[in-house]
């Protein structure tokens, strides 16, 4: 049982993911990973219909940004100053947020996943989560170290442009709430797949669950997405052989 959760069902251009990571993510009341939520992404800016003044960014790069490493090749590759990389050109960049709720469990690393858009049309910084709001301290605390770095980044790479976001203030958007402690990875997918500064995509269980299944079906079976060629054929197999294991 071991062996067939390592085996790795999906790959994309930015990760891999295996059978058990993807099934305790897709699975009711599951937790989904942050590697799991970089598949998405990946997914939703190759095969999604998105504006083309929107840009989501990668974990990638919130991780370089929350750690400071602002000259580092991947903010200054998705912070260029010519070509589809740059920023000031752009309305929506969002930004996939991970943070450990309960960093001394060893038990929970899931953690808690939202998003963060720089709105560049309306000129603020808006924080979309689907458990918590303005009244929460980890959630803020969180928010505004990785906004400030944010302001940074862009101060270090557009320096000399006319669009400027220090003073840009933040929003925290009032969202709907899952309905549960699990279902935040895809709350997240949703506003990074919908969110324009304007409309918050209504996430309920019943979408959770559409949800679900549109994201298994495309990510095994959309041959120019996963590169893990027979993924489907795999599963199927593999499911069939448990069954009968333990039937």
């Known amino acids: ?64 940004i929350w750690d400071g ?3 580092h090749k991947i903010p200054r590759k998705n912070f260029a100053q010519h070509g589809q990389f740059k920023l000031t050109l752009k309305k929506y960049v969002l930004f996939p947020m991970f943070q450990e709720l309960a960093p001394h469990d060893p038990h929970d690393k899931c953690g808690h996943h939202y998003a963060i858009c720089l709105d560049l049309k309306n000129q603020r910084f808006e924080v979309l989560d689907s458990m918590r709001s303005a ?23 557009y320096e000399n442009s006319k669009v400027q976001i220090r003073h840009f203030p933040i929003e925290y958007v009032a969202t709907t709430n899952q309905g549960n402690t699990t279902d935040y990875g895809f709350h997240t997918l949703e506003y ?45 197999e593999a499911v069939k052989k448990v069954i009968k294991k333990y039937k």
């Open 1 to 64: 049982m071991k062996e067939l959760k390592a085996t790795k069902v999906i790959q994309c251009e930015v990760t891999y993911v295996d059978l058990g990571d993807l099934a305790e993510s897709v699975r009711p009341n599951g937790k989904m990973s942050t590697n799991v939520v970089a598949c998405g992404i990946d997914y939703i800016n190759k095969h999604m219909d998105m504006s083309p003044d929107k840009t989501i960014m990668h974990y990638s790069v919130t991780c370089k």
């Open 69 to 71: 490493d602002f000259h």
């Open 135 to 157: 009244a929460d301290a980890d959630l803020t605390s969180h928010a505004e170290f990785f906004i400030n770095n944010v302001k940074e980044t862009w101060n270090r790479h």
């Open 192 to 236: 990074l797949a919908k969110w324009e500064g304007r409309l918050v995509p209504a996430v309920t269980t019943a979408t959770v669950v559409e949800l679900q299944k549109f994201y298994t079906w495309n990510w095994l079976r959309n041959e120019d997405f996963n590169k893990r060629s027979g993924a489907r054929e795999f599963v199927e």
